[in-house]
């Protein structure tokens, strides 16, 4: 049910923003587009890290303020709260709800507070299980008292999984502030291809039109799963091409340049086992056209939270092999009806090689996987959800 009262003014919270491709970010930023079409004015916070990126920018209808943060050591990120904590407090105090997206984002506590203290509704959402779900932000970090404190300030707590909500019970315990949900994504920019806009794709991507195509959509980390993705693939003996669309490299400023060598030894691994079988794209703004183009997605990931990649691969109508992380796709993901979950790479390899060898079942994944979407995945139902449970609590 539409709520009868609507919250048009929203602020957004994250750590990165475009053009920095991080998951909770960019997901934010396309949240934020999505509502300013539905007619709300939203801002999207974030930091400004040394000052190399605008402090106010204005995108699909948003405005952009980014905070300046400077990171070098514990020394000159204490003396940038003296910036950023009163830009926390204005931007608060002009917007009615507030949306937290994770617990890297610096000062994120005095956001929770300014909202508890000026009665505003304020949403956290946790974005990587084991690195800032409330138990690894209470137990494993300073301060977790005073932080169990503040999260029971929240109007509500965004659960992306079972595994995130089974961590909010035991350090929090009130079941009425959790929110289970895909944090969504537009239905309407990932939506599936017929075959001619498949070749179409390929045509303009330069792809060829004679091979089954895989795609994996993410940073190349080990914690990705490319190790056992590539392995698994020099194994098989059919035509393939597997694109790889995002970062492969990363320049000194980046904020993941303490992973360049491991994304170095990645790439010259896939190069070297898999050679014209694999093609590293980089990141790019078009991944829709890039899963319109794709035959079979992949995800090998070893933790996630919620990756937006098989949000949009599924939206797209693709099918998606992905590895099995207990608690966390079990609400969407329906293994053999809308996806395939693998434990290892042996069983990764044989229903790859299964599910090559069947059009007609890929065709029913990612038909189902679309259907999964369109009923609890789109943006369209997340929000109906999330005014009511902001007007509820």
């Avoid at 980014?66 to 204005?90: A, D, M, Q």
């Avoid at 946790?126 to 800032?132: A, F, G, P, Q, V």
């Avoid at 990363?250 to 093609?279: A, P, W």
């Amino acid at each position: 049910m539409i709520p009868s009262r609507r919250i048009n003014k929203i602020l957004l919270c994250a750590s990165f923003t475009p053009p920095v491709n991080a998951g909770g970010g960019k997901n934010a930023y396309h949240f934020g587009t999505f509502l300013s079409k539905k007619g709300c004015q939203v801002t999207l916070l974030s930091l400004n890290r040394k000052g190399k990126e605008k402090s106010h920018d204005r995108s699909n209808g948003m405005n952009i303020i980014r905070l300046l943060y400077f990171n070098h050591n514990i020394f000159t990120k204490f003396l940038s709260l003296v910036i950023i904590l009163p830009g926390y407090l204005w931007y608060v105090l002009r917007h009615p709800a507030v949306f937290i997206y994770g617990g890297n984002l610096l000062g994120f506590e005095a956001i929770i507070f300014f909202c508890w203290v000026f009665r505003k509704k304020v949403v956290f959402r946790s974005t990587m299980y084991r690195e800032d779900d409330l138990e690894t932000l209470i137990l494993k970090r300073p301060l977790g008292n005073l932080r169990k404190w503040i999260f029971k300030k929240v109007s509500f707590y965004f659960s992306l999984s079972p595994a995130f909500t089974r961590s909010w019970m035991v350090q929090i315990g009130d079941t009425e502030k959790v929110f289970e949900s895909v944090q969504g994504v537009d239905a309407n920019i990932f939506s599936p291809g017929s075959p001619q806009i498949s070749m179409a794709m390929r045509a303009k991507l330069d792809l060829p039109s004679d091979k089954l195509i895989l795609i994996t959509v993410g940073y190349v980390l080990k914690r990705k799963g490319f190790y056992d993705i590539i392995h698994t693939l020099a194994e098989l003996g059919i035509p393939y091409l597997y694109l790889v669309v995002g970062n492969f490299s990363v320049s000194r400023d980046h904020y993941l340049f303490k992973y360049r060598e491991e994304m170095e030894t990645l790439y010259q691994l896939g190069t070297q086992k898999l050679g014209g079988n694999i093609k590293f794209v980089g990141p790019q703004e078009n991944v829709q056209e890039y899963l319109q183009a794709s035959d079979i997605f992949l995800l090998c990931s070893r933790r996630e939270g919620f990756p937006n990649a098989l949000l949009e691969a599924m939206s797209s109508g693709l099918p998606s092999i992905i590895r099995n992380l207990p608690d966390h796709y079990d609400f969407i993901a329906k293994d053999g009806k809308n996806i395939i979950l693998f434990e290892n790479p042996k069983e990764l390899a044989s229903k790859l090689t299964d599910i090559m060898d069947e059009p007609v079942f890929r065709k029913s994944l990612g038909t189902e996987a679309r259907k999964s979407i369109m009923e609890q995945g789109s943006f369209e139902k997340l929000w109906t959800r999330i005014q009511a449970k902001l007007i509820d609590s």
